[in-house]
């Protein structure tokens, strides 16, 4: 369609942090997809992860991508810590009263790249007559609101599984799936089992739709083997806790200091907040035969000839893209 049509779609996918997972990633395939059957989607993203998908390769810029201007922004996330390592009682209040304020300098920071995201939203849905949007992460909990308003009819990806994010804290308010829920037309769940956990999370406070729609959108053309065979072991994902990276390595340390497999290379594929602590570890304990690659462009090129894949994901794993 052209933009003259009334009937165009977008796809709204955001995160702040700096960094991506699976969700994210489907989303922008699939988006690369639609662009070549030239479908009648938008893609609504923020600067720094279209930056991170453009400089893995996983995104090309398209004129069908509108991309909010987030970069210079300190969007990291409000950590609560731990109030109770305090020796004191002073400290424990004093130690509150930060956290107290540092959530509500957080939420008013959020506001305000808010406010400055509503004025670009709200321009680009008239401009190209968008009259359905699907929102992933916070691209849902940022739009939900305007879309209603603007009379957008709203559907919200649900893919969490390892935290539900159902804050209530209104300091949390731009982080939190809790309002979103209530407020979409439709939610499309990526697993059954997900349909359940929010369910008990949430009730009858879901109020919209609810489908599910098993997917990964990966490409598998270039997913087989090739022989012969390499003696590497592949871990593949983001380096978060949820993905027990750190598991990995100090397996690897086990077998390696009871001198087993001492000629196999084990793989880390993948970035995320545990990098520094992997490889902090790994000097520490000098292990040579760790490679980490960071965001591969070109999985496949390793897995291909890998002999072994290690998936150690909390909970569940479906539909793990790296399987």
Known sequence: MTN????????????????????????VTLFNRLMKKEADYYLIINRRLFNLFVDNTLLKPHKRILVFDDVGENVSHHKSGNAGSFSSEASRKRSKLRLFLGGWKYFFRMLILWLRFLFFFKRNTRRYHISMLYGVWQGGIWT???CKWLGIYFVYSVNASDELMVYTDI????????????????????????????????????KGKMHVTPNSFINYTNYYPALPKKPWVVFLGRLEQLKNPMLFVEAVNFLLKENIHQEV???????GSKMSRLRQYISDQKLENIVFTGMHSKPWEILQQSSVFVSLQSLENYPSQSL
């Open 4 to 27: 003259g049509d009334k009937h165009n779609r977008a796809l709204c996918v955001l995160n702040f942090s700096g960094r991506y997972g699976g969700a994210e990633k489907r989303y």
């Open 144 to 146: 939900w609101m305007l």
């Open 171 to 206: 300091r949390k308010f731009f982080d939190s799936q809790y309002w979103v829920l209530q407020h979409a037309d439709a939610l499309d769940f990526l697993s059954p089992s997900l349909v359940d956990c929010y369910y008990n999370a949430m009730g009858n406070k879901m």
């Open 265 to 271: 290379t084990f793989y880390v594929m993948g970035t």
